[in-house]
T-cell receptor, first 113, second 116 residues
Framework: NAGVTQTPKFQVLKTGQSMTLQCAQD?????MYWYRQDPGMGLRLIYY???????DKGEVPNGYNVSRLNKREFSLRLESAAPSQTSVYFC????????????FGQGTRLTVV | AQTVTQSQPEMSVQEAETVTLSCTYD???????LFWYKQPPSRQMILVIR??????QNATENRFSVNFQKAAKSFSLKISDSQLGDTAMYFC?????????????FGQGTRLTINP
């Protein structure tokens, strides 16, 4: 049981380049999330998807787009990377009922130079 | 909007000691959940313990327990008999009871070091 799988684990981009972070979960969860982690700021929600076919903005959505490709996969796209997007990105998923535990991927360390 | 505050950026204790990590939150909601997550150097986020706001009894999981003070909006984590493997970042998190997606709001984190 793989849980939540993110790719890649590390990435270096030049300013202005684009890339897509991939996330897949095998737990049949309805809800999926993208967070970014910055020193001294904890994890902040970028976008989320409550179910297949729906996406919503979180706290810090500017500069990002997402796609809920199917129930398993939720991708995060940076169209034109900026140094301010240097961060560690986490994908997570959970069921949409009650206080179910959120399961996290191992994170992607992204550096924009 | 909800906010979560962890006022201790770093803490350090000796192995086998007891340590308490502080967390306060701000919300106008009555139904919610609180969590402590551990992030070791591997970066993996691991759920340590959770508390339902409507339950007055404090949650416990082996060496980990919480002191939940709803009126004071405080949710501290106590680690007893600390071990070297407890060295990690610890995040307090809030989740509003909502239909649909259960979004987490995290505190800034506390870096805990257990010294031999």
């Amino acid at each position: 049981n793989a849980g939540v799988t993110q790719t890649p684990k590390f990435q270096v981009l030049k300013t202005g380049q684009s890339m897509t972070l991939q996330c897949a979960q095998d737990m049949n969860h309805n809800s999926m999330y993208w967070y970014r982690q910055d020193p001294g700021m904890g994890l902040r929600l970028i976008y989320y998807s409550a179910s297949e076919g729906t996406t919503d903005k979180g706290e810090v959505p500017n500069g990002y787009n997402v796609s809920r490709l199917n129930k398993r996969e939720f991708s995060l796209r940076l169209e034109s990377a900026a140094p301010s997007q240097t961060s560690v990105y986490f994908c997570a998923s959970n069921r949409d009922r009650g206080w179910d535990e959120a399961f996290f991927g191992q994170g992607t360390r992204l550096t924009v130079v | 909007a909800q906010t979560v505050t962890q006022s201790q950026p770093e803490m350090s204790v000796q192995e086998a000691e007891t340590v308490t990590l502080s967390c306060t939150y701000d919300t106008s909601e009555n139904n919610y959940y609180l969590f402590w997550y551990k992030q070791p150097p591997s970066r993996q986020m691991i759920l340590v313990i959770r508390q339902e706001a409507y339950k007055q009894q404090n949650a416990t999981e082996n060496r980990f327990s919480v002191n939940f003070q709803k009126a004071a909006k405080s949710f501290s984590l106590k680690i007893s008999d600390s071990q070297l493997g407890d060295t990690a970042m610890y995040f307090c998190a809030f989740m509003k009871h909502d239909p649909g997606a259960q979004k987490l709001v995290f505190g800034q984190g506390t870096r805990l070091t257990i010294n031999p």
